[in-house]
């Protein structure tokens, strides 16, 4: 017997255990931001809370790879009451299947209603929304259904929503081409902001 498992058997060490990965998750498209991630890639099954100073940081950019390849083996995308009306030639030159892109036009009270409904169907890939008044509760909501459907969750907010608590499985600030993890799931967030492709 070595001495090492004579000092298992003793006691006389500690052994750790190995820590509870969280399950793969969906590859983001952006290298970096894969391998920052410790579900190597968006957390499946789970919502993603997206802040931003405004609109057009890039928040497309950063979810259209992911978009492009669900729709392309036939998974449906749900936009749920976008701020702006999609325009079909920027999305299907990112790569979205355009037939299989949903749009729910929703007044800010319905959209949570109709976030959670397409996250608990289980017929989707992938939701977005964008409610502008989300409490714990409400993204608490989201996330069981999320859970429920097996579906991806982006939820995008404002900044001044960063003073509250989430119970998102990864919290994320947009800055101009770069990304700043505030929290994931699983895994320290990184210390320092991503930098990502914003063309698309």
């Not at 090492?4 to 052994?15: F, G, K, N, V």
């Not at 299907?92 to 397409?118: K, M």
């Amino acid at each position: 017997m070595s001495g090492l498992e004579a000092l298992l058997d003793e006691r006389r060490i500690w052994r750790g255990r190995e820590t509870n990965r969280p399950p793969a998750g969906c590859p983001s498209g952006h290298d970096a931001l894969d391998a920052a991630l410790p579900s190597g890639g968006w957390p499946e099954a789970a919502v993603t809370e997206i802040l931003l100073a405004g609109q057009g940081f890039g928040e497309l950019a950063l979810l259209w790879p992911a978009l492009a390849r669900l729709s392309q083996v036939g998974e449906r995308v749900v936009l749920v009451a976008p701020p702006c009306l999609p325009y079909p030639h920027a999305w299907a030159r990112a790569g979205v299947v355009l037939e299989r892109l949903a749009l729910v036009a929703a007044d800010e009270r319905d959209a949570l209603w109709a976030a959670e409904q397409c996250l608990r169907s289980g017929s989707c890939g992938a939701v977005l929304c964008w409610p502008r008044i989300a409490d714990d509760r409400a993204l608490r909501r989201l996330q069981v259904a999320a859970e429920s459907g097996q579906t991806l969750a982006f939820v995008h907010r404002p900044l001044a929503a960063l003073a509250n608590p989430s119970p998102a499985a990864l919290r994320l600030v947009l800055e101009q081409g770069r990304v700043r993890v505030l929290k994931c799931r699983g895994g320290l967030a990184p210390p320092t902001s991503i930098a990502f492709a914003r063309a698309g």
